[in-house]
């Protein structure tokens, strides 16, 4: 875990550095096709694991829970940044 965090922040420094060069302005794109290639691959990891496709209705149910307490709590957060952050017709 403290790799993975470690990675991240070495990334943030490095982007702080660079942010000025042109090739990482056009970068968004090819991140956001990176991010879709990699949950296809998760999935299909998925799909092939007998183990976890046998065992999906005995889990499907907190898994389902999981995601929606998440993208809810992630709605209430958002709306609560919008009104403390910002005033009314989106002005700061």
Do not use: C, D, H
Not at 22 to 35: A, F, P, R
Not at 49 to 78: C, H, M, P, R, T
């Amino acid at each position: 875990m403290f790799s993975i965090i470690s990675t991240m922040f070495l990334g943030i420094g490095i982007g702080y550095v660079l942010r000025n060069w042109s090739i990482l302005q056009k970068t968004e794109k090819t991140i956001s096709l990176t991010i879709f290639l990699l949950l296809f691959i998760l999935g299909v990891s998925i799909g092939s694991n007998s183990l976890i496709v046998n065992n999906l209705e005995k889990f499907g149910w907190q898994a389902v829970i999981l995601a929606s307490s998440g993208v809810l709590g992630s709605l209430i957060a958002a709306r609560l940044v919008l009104q403390l952050f910002f005033k009314q017709g989106g002005k700061q």
